[in-house]
């Protein structure tokens, strides 16, 4: 069992959504909020299509770095974003 | 008729731009190239009417909403300029999001076209797009094109014509505009909208969250531990390509081909014609600029090796390896893309930044990133590669890596310096794509910056090779300088006292000072003005020099040692790139504080490199400190005492504000 699963269990029985750093890699998600306090980010999210109810898959971890599919798109964000997209 | 070209970052606006224009703005695989309008005008076989239609190509922007306050300049220019007709391009392989943007555009007022880019791509991944669908939800034309294969253009121009000045009904309208929030919900809605249009109008063979082999590779180029590696060993076979192989073999020829016009021209001239006029001609014009184009093919190979490694998609990939070491000095990622435009120019490198949305990283990259080596240093670096070592490709492999290290240095203490300890800015990046690089492209991109360089070889770099044959051909007195006495002439006369600062870093030496100072109006001059004050044309064949120049080698000319030669490389390198990017430094800064303090920085830190490696490495190469060792340690500890103290300074006043 990955770490990943474990945090997930663990996150879901205390009814805390999980971000996206704790993500299984290639399962499709659908976001919970986007928890920030910078509207900048915020907004930019939300054009590429970054907001609740949409989905968002895991696709690789690379260090600190994520890469995200987003509606079509590949994205690589960092882990200050991936803490801030709950699902 | 006008026309706007409007869509998402990296669409193909700036491809299509190119096809139906004939210009050759630049083009690059990754959002954000264009940072400012281009006009132009459609060229006439692609459209039957007697009108000339102008396009202007507008930046990409992912979405129009009013909340975005940055990304505003699509609606103001429609808005302010009212054009007849706008294409809108979409990147045909994300209609998703792209569709969200069309139909915000759709409000506006103006008719759109749709034009589905990449179809190209669209038939290899055998994904299947209806274009009647789309166009019968969207409400208005759709045309599938191809911009990179010339594709479509022809019946989308033909388009534009039947829709101007028709009324188009936006097929989603959002109702409530006064309210932040409704907008919000409303734009919620326009996602399920468009969600919904694209199940109709779209099969995917595959879905796009399936791992693909882009992600395999992406797994290892942006590598945590692999990354840097591959980039640096990516970069020096770029370089030995450019400037150990392919490059001086295609060279030898061309400066040949030189060599045989300043004879010629010097036979060709009889005896009438006044020795100060030959001088000029054959030393000034010929042996200055001569020199520089030498360096072209060294300086072309590079180029073309460049743009296939941009048209492949892996420049993007650079971004995201340097992001984390980039946070640590309060830039991000986004902060390499300016510097990997500046590896050609560094003046739309600094434009570049514009995209930064922070203003102390977007003011500290455009500070910045002109230190990594343009194509305006190639000569330079070529020449003291080739002279004093063996044409090594790790020199300049070294100085880009050096680069990026005065970069990262630099951004660690302007930080300081404006005491900043905000949070960290988000880094998030659309990654493209791998592709094949075409060959033909990066072709065409070679010929236009070979071009570009050519022509400021034989403008700015000529007049100033001209004016610099005349300072050290006269006195003061207008009189000619005589045999012997060359420290007479007026360029000797104003170098010297420069010259004497040089000392401490090992290049003391008038000849070599007047070169660096012409460097500061255009970077070429370094390479253009020691032609003319060491009278040498050939500078790519060495062997050849003794009969060009009838001395011993160049090395022996300049009187340097390896060490003073790389120090003097480094000094030419790292102090302010030329005027022009300072005036495009002084545009991005907005702020004279910032502009004076950039100079400043860059005249410091050139020095104080220039100083370390000669003296550090002559002590390393002979066991004893070069000539000035203690006054250069004086002036190198000043400066590092004044950057302390405003450190020092600002830290106190930010704490004094704080309580
Ligand atoms: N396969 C394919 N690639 C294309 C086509 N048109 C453009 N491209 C590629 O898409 C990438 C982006 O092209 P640009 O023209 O710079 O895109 P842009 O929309 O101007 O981008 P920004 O200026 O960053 O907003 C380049 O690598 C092009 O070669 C096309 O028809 N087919
Ligand atoms: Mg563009």
Not at chain 2, 45 to 58: G, Q, S, V
Not at chain 2, 511 to 536: H, M, P, S
């Amino acid at each position: 069992m990955s770490k990943a699963f474990l945090m997930k269990g663990f996150q879901s029985l205390r009814g805390n959504p999980m971000d996206v750093t704790a993500c299984e890699i290639n399962e499709l998600m659908t976001i919970k909020s986007i928890e920030t306090i910078d509207p900048e980010m915020r907004d930019f999210l939300f054009s590429l299509g970054c907001f609740e109810g949409r989905t968002i898959t895991l696709i690789s971890i690379l260090g600190s770095t994520y890469i995200v599919n987003i509606s079509d798109a590949r994205y690589s964000i960092d882990a200050q974003l991936a803490q801030a997209i709950k699902v | 008729m006008r026309i706007a070209l409007a869509g998402n970052p990296n669409s193909g606006k700036t491809t299509l731009f190119n096809a139906i224009t004939g210009s050759i703005e630049s083009v690059g695989n990754w959002p954000g190239v264009t940072v400012a309008r281009k006009e132009g005008e459609v060229k006439r076989n692609l459209y039957k009417k007697n009108e000339a239609i102008r396009i202007i190509d507008l930046p990409g922007t992912y979405s129009m909403s009013p909340f975005t306050l940055e990304e505003r300049i699509t609606r103001d220019f429609v808005r302010n300029e009212s054009p007849d007709v706008i294409i809108n391009i979409i990147d045909a392989n994300n209609l998703s999001r792209s569709l969200v943007y069309t139909t915000q555009l759709l409000e506006l007022g103006v008719p759109v076209v749709v034009a589905l880019n990449k179809w190209d791509t669209v038939k290899q991944k055998q994904t299947d797009i209806n274009t009647e669908t789309l166009s019968k939800q969207l409400n208005c034309p759709v045309i599938p094109i191809s911009a990179i294969q010339n594709q479509g253009l022809r019946i989308l121009i033909e388009t534009c014509y039947q829709i101007k000045g028709k009324k188009q009904i936006a097929p989603y309208r959002c109702m409530i505009v006064e309210n932040v929030e409704h907008v919000a919900e409303s734009d919620k809605k326009r996602f399920e909208f468009v969600s919904a249009i694209v199940t109709e109008a779209e099969k995917r063979k595959v879905t796009s969250d399936k791992q693909t082999i882009h992600d395999t590779i992406d797994r290892i180029v942006a590598n945590r531990y692999l990354g840097m590696p591959i980039f640096a060993i990516i970069l020096y076979a770029v370089f030995s390509i450019s400037q150990s192989t392919i490059g001086p073999w295609i060279a030898d020829y061309m400066v040949a081909g030189i060599d045989s016009l300043y004879v010629f021209a010097e036979s060709a001239m009889s005896e009438a014609v006044s020795p100060l006029l030959k001088t000029l001609l054959l030393d000034g014009i010929i042996g200055g600029v001569g020199a520089i184009v030498g360096f072209l093919p060294l300086i072309m190979v590079l180029f073309f090796m460049l743009a296939l490694l941009e048209d492949s998609g892996y420049m993007a990939r650079v971004a995201v390896v340097m992001d984390p070491i980039m946070k640590k000095v309060g830039l991000s990622g986004r902060s390499i893309i300016p510097m990997v435009i500046s590896t050609g120019c560094a003046i739309p490198g600094i434009m570049s930044t514009r995209t930064i949305k922070n203003e102390r990283e977007r003011r500290t990259t455009a500070m910045l990133t002109s230190f990594m080596p343009c194509g305006a240093k190639l000569p330079v670096i070529a020449l003291f590669a080739g002279v004093f070592f063996q044409e090594a490709a790790w020199v300049g492999t070294l100085m880009y890596f050096l680069g990026i290290l005065v970069i990262i240095f630099g951004a660690y203490v302007i930080r300081k310096i404006n005491n900043d300890t905000s949070k960290k800015s988000f880094f998030i990046m659309e990654l493209p794509e791998y592709r094949w690089p075409s060959v033909k492209r990066a072709f065409t991109s070679m010929i236009n910056q070979g071009k570009a360089f050519v022509t400021k070889a034989v403008t700015i770099i000529l007049i100033s090779n001209v004016v610099v044959q005349i300072m050290q051909t006269f006195t003061w007195q207008f009189q000619l300088v005589e045999e012997g006495l060359e420290a007479t002439s007026i360029l000797a006369n104003i170098s010297s006292p420069i010259a004497f600062a040089m000392i401490p870093l090992g290049f003391g030496i008038w000849q070599l000072t007047a070169a660096a100072v012409t460097g500061f109006i255009a970077k070429e001059n370094v390479v253009g003005t020691l032609a003319v004050v060491f009278g040498i044309t050939n500078f790519i064949n060495t062997e050849e020099l003794i009969l060009v120049s009838g001395s011993i080698e160049v090395a022996g000319i300049f009187g340097l040692t390896s060490v003073a030669a790389l120090a003097y490389l480094v000094f030419n390198l790292f102090t302010p790139p030329c005027f022009a990017a300072i005036g495009a430094m002084n545009a991005e800064l907005e702020s004279k504080k910032w502009l004076i303090g950039s100079i400043a920085f860059q005249l410091g830190m050139g020095y104080v490199l220039a100083y370390l490696i000669y003296q550090i490495g002559t002590f390393a190469t002979t066991g004893q400190l070069g000539s000035g060792a203690f006054a250069g340690l004086f002036t190198v500890l000043v400066l590092i005492g004044i950057v302390l103290l405003i450190i020092t300074k600002n830290s106190v006043e930010t704490t004094l504000k704080v309580q």
